[in-house]
C-alpha cells in the first residue's frame, strides 16, 4: 500500500503474514513482527549501511496485566 503526501513524496507499506514493513519518504525502511495476539515483538531498522540490521526486540512477560507496557531491549543483528 503506498500513501501519497501533500509534497507528492510516498510511504509505503507492505505486509507479510506477521511483518509489516514500512518504508518511508527518504526510502528508509523499518519492520516489525507481531506475535499471535498483535502484539509487536520484534522492531528492525535500517543502519547507515542501508541494511536492516538494527533490531528491537519487546519481550513480554506471560503474566503481564499490561501487555502494552513491554520491556525493551536494542542490539544490532548478526
Not at 510516498?10 to 505486509?15: D, H, K, L, N, S
Not at 518511508?24 to 506475535?35: F, H, I, N, Y
Not at 528492525?44 to 496485566?65: C, G, I, Q
Amino acid at each position: 500500500m503506498t500513501v501519497t503526501l501533500p509534497d507528492s513524496n510516498t510511504v509505503t507499506t507492505a505486509y507479510n503474514g506477521a511483518l509489516t514493513t514500512v518504508t518511508d519518504q527518504a526510502g528508509r525502511q523499518r519492520r516489525s513482527e507481531v506475535d499471535g495476539l498483535g502484539r509487536t515483538i520484534t522492531v528492525t531498522e535500517m543502519d547507515d549501511s542501508k541494511a536492516l540490521n538494527w533490531a528491537t526486540a519487546r519481550p513480554y512477560a506471560t503474566m503481564d496485566h499490561n501487555p502494552y507496557r513491554p520491556h525493551e531491549s536494542q542490539k544490532p543483528l548478526d
